[in-house]
C-alpha cells in the first residue's frame, strides 16, 4: 500500500464520519515560541483551548511536521524520521473517547478491499493510562484481549501542557512485529518490536499548578472534552509495505538508493553505512520540504536547523566516501519521490536547489579549508612527539573553520592521533554559556505568546532551540 494510498484512506474515512478534511499547516508554525510544527494538533490549538470557537466540530487533517529532538534517533530506529507526516482526527467539544476508541479500531482492522488498513487484530497491542477505566472497557468491548492492554504511567500515557490547562489520559496502539524483533512483553517493555502507531489523547480534565514534579491536581471535567489523535503515516507505511523501517518506504528510498549508488556501496552490507544512507535520505527530504515551505539555510532559529540537517547529510555523505557534491543528485531524487503529496515540491524546484547546492558548496570549503588546518596541526603535533592534539586547536577548528569536532576527532585518528576532549568541552562550554545569555535576550523579543501561551509546553515537542542550537558539534 503506497503512502499517498494510506492517506486518501484516512483522508476519506474521517470524511465519511463527518470531519471537516483541513489541508496541511505550513511546517513552519504560527506560533512564534514554537520552532516548526511538531504535531497534527498545532494548528487547532485556539480551538482546542476554547479561546477561538472552531469552525467545525470535527476536523482531519495530514500535517507535516519538523521534530528535531528526534534527530539522533534518525537512521538507528526504524520510526523516528526529523520530517514525517502525521495524520489526525479531531473533536472539539463534540464526540469523545469511546468513538475515537472506535474509528481507531475500526480504520486499522477494516480489511483493505473495504477501505481500511487491513491490519490483523492480533498484531495490534493498546495502552491505557494507569486508571482510565473507561478506556479500557471501550477497548474490551471491541474485541481487544486483556493480555494485549496495557496500564502505563503518567510519563507516556498522559497528556497535559506542563503548566495548568488542559489535561488528559492517552491511548495508543502498537504494532507487534513479531518475536524476530525482540521479547514478547508488550510495548511497555520494548520498543524495536511494538511499533507505536496513533496516540489517542483524551483532553478531559482541567489541570492545575504542578504539586511535585510530575504532579498536578485535577481542579475538574473541561466543560468542553476534545480529542487529538496522531497517526504516523509513514509508520503504517513501512509497516504495509513490509519494509524493516521508514527509509525505505516509497517517499523515501529513492533517496537512499542514490546514496548507495553515489557512494559505490551496498544498502544492507554493513551497519554503519546502512545508517548512513537513512540519515541522508531522512535530511534530504526534510531540507527539500522546509525549504519548499521558505526556510533557508542561515546561522539562527528555523535556518540554523536546516544548515544542520544540510551539513550532516554531507557528512554522512563523505562517511560513505563521497567528497564531491551529492545534492545535486539526491534533492531532485527526493523532490520526485515527494511531488505527487506535494507539488510546490516541483514548481518551486529552482529557488529551492539554488540554496541547497549553495549550502553544500559552501560546505565542502569549510571542510577543505578546515583540513588544510588541520593537516598542519597533526604534522606539528606529531614533530614534536606529541600523541595528543590540543584541545584549542580543535576550538579554533570548531570556532573559525566551522569544523565540527567528530571530523577533528576522525583525521586525527587516521593519523595516529586522539584529541584533547576535555579542555576542547571546556572551551565549549565557555562559548555556549556566553552564547545563551545572549540568546536569552533575544528570547524575550520573541515571546508574544498571544492565545497559544496555555499550550506552550508541549511537552517533548516544545521549542527547546536555543539549547539546541549551541550544540552544533554534538549533531554534525
Ligand atoms: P515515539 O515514542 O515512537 O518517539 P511519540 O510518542 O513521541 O513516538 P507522539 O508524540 O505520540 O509520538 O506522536 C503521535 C504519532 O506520530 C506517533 O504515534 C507516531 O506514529 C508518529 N511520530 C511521532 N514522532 C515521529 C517521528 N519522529 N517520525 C515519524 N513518526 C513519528
Ligand atoms: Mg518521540
Ligand atoms: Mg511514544
Ligand atoms: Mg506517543
Redesign the pocket.
Known sequence: MQTADIRGRWLDFFADRGHTVVPSASLVSDDPTLLFTV?GMVPFVPYLTGLVPAPYPRATSVQKCI?TN?IE?VGKTP????F?Q?NGNFSFGDYFKEEAIGFAWELLTTPENQGGYGFRESDLWVTIYLDDDEAHRYWRALGVPENRIQRLGMESNYWSTGQPGPAGPCS?IFFDRGPAYGADGGPATD?DRYV????LVFMQYLRGESTGKSDFQILGDLPKKNIDT???L??VAFLKQGVEN?YEIDQVRPVLDRAAALSGRRYGANHDDDVRMRIVADHVRSSLMLMSDGVMPSNEGRGYILRRLLRRSVRAMRLLGVDTVSLPELLPASRDAMSAAYPEVKSDFGRISQAAFAEEETFLRTLASGSAVLDLAVAKTKKANKTELAGPTAFLLHDTYGFPIEITLEIAEEAGLSVNRDAFDVLMTKQRTMAKADAKSKKTTLADLGVYSAFRALG??VFTGYDDLQNESSVL
Request: net charge negative.
Open positions: 504535531a521534530r528526534d534517533e520510526r523516528h524520521g526529523t514525517f502525521m495508543e520498543d507505536e502507531i496513533w496516540n496522531g497517526m504516523g509513514e509508520r521508514m517533548e515537542t
